[in-house]
T-cell receptor, first 116, second 116 residues
Framework: KNQVEQSPQSLIILEGKNCTLQ??????????LRWYKQDTGRGPVSLTI?????NTKSNGRYTATLDADTKQSSLHITASQLSDSASYIC???????????????FGKGTKLSVKP | EPEVTQTPSHQVTQMGQEVILRCVPI?????FYWYRQILGQKVEFLVS????????KSEIFDDQFSVERPDGSNFTLKIRSTKLEDSAMYFC??????????????FGPGTRLTVT
């Protein structure tokens, strides 16, 4: 069964500190992996998208890594800010038979709280 | 910056009633999606829609659900006879493309549906 698992479930860090969130997936065939940020009561907003051939991708203070062999990804947040408090969701897309992207499979997310 | 909008932001309805959730996708997008997120759970795919027909649907999207693009701008999700377990946040999303590896889906802010 296609699944995406994330850890930790929740995390509290002090402003200015770094943190790393983990994602393991069992999705096959794999198309791409995304990290989304979801503020409370809002829709998810895309941070990064990576295909199997990409090992790392950055978006400002966010850096995502992907190991397609071990089916693991991480999201590293540098110099955290109060506005980083949100849920961070790992999402994996299944590859359709014709090679195009299929539908998105969401993890439960890691709830990050950044404290002053 | 163009965005997906959804109305209402919160809908309360009695069990057995019909509800229609409305979405206005980004204007030049051609692919439309509905997702739901039960409180505390992960986001789940419901249905994708392209060229005035359903492209794909999940097992959640049973005969109680239907989607429609009644005009050039709106995209609706109808639940014919709501059940308590339909209580969730419903997200609409749209994308410019539905093929290729990296099409981006843009999510709306969601409609919180409460069935009593």
């Amino acid at each position: 069964k296609n699944q995406v698992e994330q850890s930790p479930q929740s995390l509290i860090i002090l402003e200015g500190k770094n943190c790393t969130l983990q994602c393991n997936y069992t999705v096959s065939p794999f198309s791409n992996l995304r990290w989304y940020k979801q503020d409370t009561g809002r829709g998810p907003v895309s941070l990064t998208i990576m295909t199997f051939s990409e090992n790392t991708k950055s978006n400002g203070r966010y850096t995502a890594t992907l190991d397609a062999d071990t089916k693991q990804s991480s999201l590293h947040i540098t110099a955290s800010q109060l506005s980083d408090s949100a849920s961070y969701i790992c999402v994996v897309s299944v590859r359709n038979y014709g090679g195009s992207q299929g539908n998105l499979i969401f993890g439960k997310g890691t709830k990050l709280s950044v404290k002053p | 910056e163009p965005e997906v909008t959804q109305t209402p932001s919160h809908q309360v309805t009695q069990m057995g009633q019909e509800v229609i959730l409305r979405c206005v996708p980004i204007s030049n997008h051609l692919y439309f999606y509905w997702y739901r997120q039960i409180l505390g759970q992960k986001v789940e795919f419901l249905v994708s829609f392209y060229n005035n027909e359903i492209s794909e649907k999940s097992e959640i999207f049973d005969d109680q659900f239907s989607v429609e693009r009644p005009d050039g701008s709106n995209f609706t999700l109808k639940i014919r006879s709501t059940k308590l377990e339909d209580s969730a946040m419903y997200f609409c999303a749209s994308s410019a493309s539905g093929t290729g590896l990296l099409y981006e889906q843009y999510f709306g802010p969601g409609t919180r549906l409460t069935v009593t």
